[in-house]
């Protein structure tokens, strides 16, 4: 079992950054998808964007695209989110998310969840 462990939430201003980052530890040896979702007061959570192995390969939400950025630094565990041009909407806790496959994550197939952290975009 893989543990995952998020850091970077907080509160911005809307048209901020941040950056999220998502720490695996435990059994790491074998190859894993990795993906980011979010869930807002009230609604169901949803996937934000999922990320290969190897990194060479990336998808977003349309509600995020152009905006968000993934990406990953196996040597150290860690996938990453780049958050630019937040918006109040993007209010939520993300969630980082381990799968077998980038499909299996965007279907929510995963295999573990983090904790999550807060982000918080103000008007």
């Known amino acids: 079992q893989v543990q995952l462990v998020e850091s970077g939430g907080g509160l911005v201003p809307a048209g901020g950054s941040l950056r999220l980052s998502c720490a695996a530890s435990?059994?790491?040896?074998?190859?894993?998808?990795m993906g980011w979702f979010r869930q807002a007061p009230g609604i169901e959570r949803e996937f934000v964007a999922a990320i290969t192995w190897s990194g060479s390969s990336t998808t977003y939400a349309d509600s995020v695209k152009g905006r968000f950025t993934i990406s990953r630094d196996n040597a150290k565990n860690t996938v990453y989110l780049q958050m630019n041009s937040l918006k109040p909407e993007d209010t939520a806790v993300y969630y980082c998310?381990?799968?077998?496959?980038?499909?299996?994550?965007?279907?929510?197939?995963?295999?573990?969840w983090g904790q999550g952290t807060q982000v918080t975009v103000s008007s």
């Open positions: 998310a381990t799968g077998p496959t980038m499909r299996l994550v965007v279907t929510t197939h995963i295999t573990s």
């Open positions: 435990g059994r790491t040896g074998s190859t894993y998808a």
